[in-house]
């Protein structure tokens, strides 16, 4: 099973890459810091990261993303493979400002259709040692029954992910292959009648650090001439899932219509205001 490294408390900065920009990044970060067991030995030093996102039926937590609330967050079940004995584990992640906060906790897969009910697993089905591990199960599950949210889409991708050893709250992961499809039910299959690729080929860099942003990050962004975009997989996918031609969403064509003119004016608000993702 892969190690758990979530860190409940943390900056992200993001970055879209091409692909030779990328693999010239990795020898640099491979120099300061240690490959993630989870990918030793795979193709690409990658491992498979699927998450099926919750959202209510308005799509609350995608528009939030558009209006560029400051204080937002997403609802997500993260599971790494398509084993029915491997847990699946339920998470919410906010967005206060510019700071990341994250409750994540372990279950049994079997119990996932419970959670979603609103019943809280019993303890031989939570699978994280965490003693907040509970406490965190309990907010998704009050979340979610406020929201109404219900499975929405299926993310998948391949993350190469490095860590510090010396310091838990240091990562860089880059993520390929982010494919995003329908998926409006529990459902471990990975695969997608139709999906989209919000990056196309692109890979996105994450920069991740608790406290100080390394200098040598600092660096290696200077030394590379990139910059900070946006690059919530989510959120971008379901902008380029929401065509009814695909016949997706249950959205009429004015209301889609409608929907997409309001998104185009709030990303030309956001990028007037130079607003950082």
Known sequence: MIADRMQRQRFEFKYVIDESTALLMRNMVSFRLTLDEAG?????????????YLD????????????SNRNRFKLRMRFYDENPDT????????????????????????AAESV?????????QIVSRDPKARTA???????????????????????????????????????????????EKVDWSLHMDRYEQPFGNKVILE???????PEWFGEMIRLFNVS?????????GI???????????????????????????????????????
């Not at 900070?228 to 971008?236: D, F, I, Q, V």
């Open 40 to 52: 030793e030995g795979k193709p690409n030093l990658s491992y498979p990261v699927n998450s099926i």
């Open 56 to 67: 209510s039926d308005n799509l609350t937590t995608y528009w939030d993303w558009v209006n």
């Open 87 to 110: 847990p699946v584990f339920f998470e919410i992640k906010r967005r206060v400002s510019n700071c990341i906060l994250k409750q994540r906790c372990g279950v049994k897969k079997s």
């Open 116 to 124: 979603l009910q609103g019943i809280c697993p019993a303890e031989d």
């Open 137 to 183: 199960i309990m907010n998704f599950i009050q979340i979610t029954m406020q929201l109404q949210a219900k499975p929405k889409a299926l993310v998948t991708y391949l993350r190469e992910a490095y860590v510090d050893p010396d310091n838990e709250g240091v990562r860089v992961t880059m993520d390929r292959q982010v494919r995003i499809g329908p998926r």
């Open 207 to 213: 920069l991740k650090f608790n406290n100080r942003f």
């Open 228 to 236: 900070r975009s946006a690059a919530a997989k989510y959120c971008e």
């Open 239 to 277: 902008s380029s899932l929401r065509h009814p031609e695909l016949g997706n969403w249950n959205d009429k064509p004015g209301d889609w219509i409608a929907d997409r003119r309001d998104a185009r004016k709030s990303l030309a608000r956001m990028l007037n205001r130079g607003t950082q993702f």
